[in-house]
C-alpha cells in the first residue's frame, strides 16, 4: 500500500506520457498502491477524462487509486535547477517531494530536468548524514552480469571522497535491487595500474584500499565495463565522476543506432536486429533511484514513453519495499578519512 | 623517398608482427621509400631470415629498401614512461626518435608503450614552441563523415589552456589528413550550454569562444560523436581531456564484440555481421600521429598485427607527405591568453 507521486508535467511527452504512464502502471501493480498525478490540475484532469473515455476506457474502475494533486509552477529544462527551485516553491517537483517529507507519499517519480531533480530532492528529502552529494546508479547489460555505473547523475568535479562514496552508493544498490552479495568494486580509470588517472582518482584509489568493508577490485578500464569484470575478478559496480559518467552513457546509447542502421544496410533482417539489440536497451528499465537522499526520488530520462513511465513507478516501488533508503542510511560510513 | 623507422621492439607481437608488417608496407608502398628497422640486430636479422626465406620469399628483392638499426635496450610495458627514457638511452625507442632528430630520418612508428613513446617523442623530437603538450587523434567512423577525437592520448588532468590547444591541433589534422576546410570544433561536455561542465571546461569553453580562428560550434554532448554534429551545424573535431577520450576509445572498443555475439546469438549470418560492423573497426587504421612534437611520431596500437603496422608506416608516410608537422609550427598561436 504504497503511494507514488508522479509529476505529472516533467518529461519530453509530458503529459500524455506521465498521465497514460500511471494508468498503465495502475493495471500492471499491485490494487493495494496508489498514484499521485502532481502538476497543474485542469491539465491533468482534461488529459485524464479523454484517456478514461477512449484508450484507457478499461481503467475508469482504477479512479479511486488515482490522486491529483495541484501544483501551478513549471520548472522548465533551462531553468537553472537550483534557482528554480527556490523561484517556484509550487512546481510539481517540489510540492510532490514535500508530500514524501510530509509523510504523505512514499516515492516520487519524474522525468523533467534531472538537475533540479537532484537539487530538489537533497533540499526538500535530506541527505543522509555524512554523505557529500546524492549520485545516480546506471545499470548496464554486459556480456555477463549487469554492472552498475555510478555516477551517471552528471556530478561534475567529485572530490576523491565523494568517489568514495559513490562506491558505498553503488554496492548497497547492487545488494539490494540486483541481490549481489560481497558485491565487486572497481574504479574507472585509463590503466589497472594505482599509480595511473588523475590526481582526485589516485587519490580515490588509496581511499577505496582503506574501506576495509568494500570488496574493491583496483582500477578497471573502458574495455572493462561491459565485460562485467577486471583483472582482480567480477565488477558489480564501476565508480566513476559524474562528468564521465555522462559522457560514456549517451554516447553508449547513441551507438546501437548507429549499428542497427550499418547492420540494416548490410542486409540483415530487421527482426533479428531488433531481437539481438533489444540486449543493450536500458531505456526500458525507466528510471533510477538518486541515491543518498532521504526517501525515494526516482530519476526517470527526459524522453520517456507511457510504458517507460510505468516502468519508473514499478522502480520506485521496487525502491520503497527494499528499505534501500534505511539500509543507505544505517550503512554509509559517516566519514571517509583523509590519509 | 622518405625513411620510415619502425619500433620493430614494440607492441604485444612484436617482433613477428612488426618485421612482418614492414615486408608488407615495402609491397605496397612507393619504392622510393624504406623502412628502417629499429631494435636489437640480432632478433631481427634472425627474424627476417625466417620470413625471407618462407611466407615472404617473394620480398627478398625489397632487402635494399630495409636497414637494421641496432638498438640494445628494451623498454618494458610496466616501465615508467618517462624513468625508462632516462635510464635506457639506446632503446629502440630512443634510438629510432633520435635518428629523425639528427636528420637521418624522417617518420616514427611504434607499437610499444604509449606513455614512453609521447615521452620520448617529446624530450627528443621536441615541442613546437607554445605548446604545453603534445595530444593524440583518434578517427572515428560516424553516420555521416569521420570525426576527430582529440585527446585520445592519455593526457590527465589537462588545463583550460591545454584544451585549447588540443582544438588547434585536432583543426589542423583534419583540414591536413581528412581534408576538411575550416573544420568545425565541438567541446565534449554533459550539456550544450555553456555553464555546464567541470571548472577546466567551462573555463576552455570561454576561450574557444575567443578562438576566431576556429569554427567554434560550442559543446556536444556524447550522444552527438558518433553523429558527426551538434545542434550548430557538422563537428570535425571533438576535445576533450585524455582520461575521457581513453575511458570512451576504450569502452567503444569493447561494444562491438559485445553485439556481434548478440547478434549471432540472435540468429544474424556470421558474414553479414562482419560486413556490417567493419565501418565500426577503426584498429585497421594502423595508428595516429603524436601531434604537437616536431617530426613524425606514429602510435599504433599495442596489439597491432601485421596488417595494422604497415598501415601504420602508411600513416608515417601521410604525416610526412602533407608537411602536418610544419603546419601546426606555423598556425599553432604560440600562447592561448587566459580570459
Given amino acids: 500500500m504504497a503511494r507514488i507521486a508522479l509529476d505529472a508535467m516533467g518529461g519530453d511527452h509530458a503529459p500524455e506520457a506521465t498521465v497514460a504512464g500511471a494508468l498503465l502502471a495502475l493495471g500492471d501493480i499491485d490494487p493495494a498502491h496508489s498514484i499521485q498525478l502532481v502538476g ?18 478499461h481503467a475508469a474502475s482504477w479512479r479511486d487509486r488515482l490522486e491529483i494533486i495541484d501544483a501551478p509552477d513549471v520548472i522548465a529544462m533551462h531553468d537553472k535547477p537550483v534557482a528554480a527551485i527556490r523561484s517556484k516553491p509550487n512546481s510539481s517537483m517540489a510540492v510532490g517531494l514535500r508530500l ?20 530538489a530532492s537533497a533540499v ?4 543522509h548524514e555524512g554523505l557529500l552529494r546524492p549520485a545516480i546508479p546506471t545499470v548496464l547489460p554486459t556480456s555477463r552480469q ?10 561534475v568535479d567529485c572530490s ?19 541481490g549481489r552479495s560481497a558485491p565487486g568494486i572497481a ?7 594505482p599509480e595511473k588517472g588523475s590526481k582526485e582518482v589516485k587519490d580515490a584509489h588509496k581511499l577505496l584500499q582503506q574501506q576495509e568493508a568494500l570488496a574493491f577490485r583496483g582500477n578497471c578500464e573502458g574495455r572493462d565495463i561491459l565485460s562485467g569484470q577486471n583483472s582482480h575478478g567480477q565488477v558489480d559496480v564501476v565508480v566513476c565522476d559524474g562528468f564521465v559518467g555522462n559522457v560514456l552513457l549517451k554516447f553508449y546509447e547513441s551507438v546501437a543506432p548507429l549499428a542497427f542502421e550499418a547492420l540494416k544496410r548490410a542486409g540483415v533482417d530487421r527482426r533479428l536486429l531488433e531481437r539481438g539489440f533489444k540486449a543493450f536497451d536500458y531505456s526500458e528499465t525507466g528510471g533510477a533511484p538518486l541515491l543518498g537522499v532521504r526517501g525515494v526520488s526516482i530519476i526517470a530520462h527526459g524522453s520517456s514513453s507511457a510504458r517507460a513511465v510505468k516502468n519508473a513507478i514499478r522502480v520506485a516501488l521496487r525502491a520503497v519495499e527494499s528499505h534501500m533508503d534505511e539500509h543507505i542510511g544505517r550503512r554509509l560510513p559517516v566519514k571517509v578519512e583523509t590519509s
Same sequence: chains 1, 2.
Fill in 40 to 57: 497543474r490540475t485542469e491539465i491533468i484532469r482534461e488529459r485524464l477524462e479523454t484517456l478514461l473515455t477512449g484508450e484507457f476506457a
Fill in 100 to 119: 514524501q517529507a510530509a509523510g504523505q507519499s512514499d516515492g516520487f517519480v519524474s522525468a523533467g530536468s534531472t538537475g533540479a531533480q537532484m537539487a
Fill in 124 to 127: 526538500i528529502l535530506k541527505l
Fill in 146 to 155: 549487469p554492472v552498475v555505473l555510478i555516477d551517471s547523475g552528471a556530478n
Fill in 160 to 178: 576523491p571522497q565523494e568517489l568514495v562514496q559513490f562506491a558505498w552508493l553503488g554496492a548497497i544498490y547492487a545488494e539490494d535491487i540486483l
Fill in 187 to 193: 574504479l574507472l580509470n585509463i590503466g589497472e595500474e
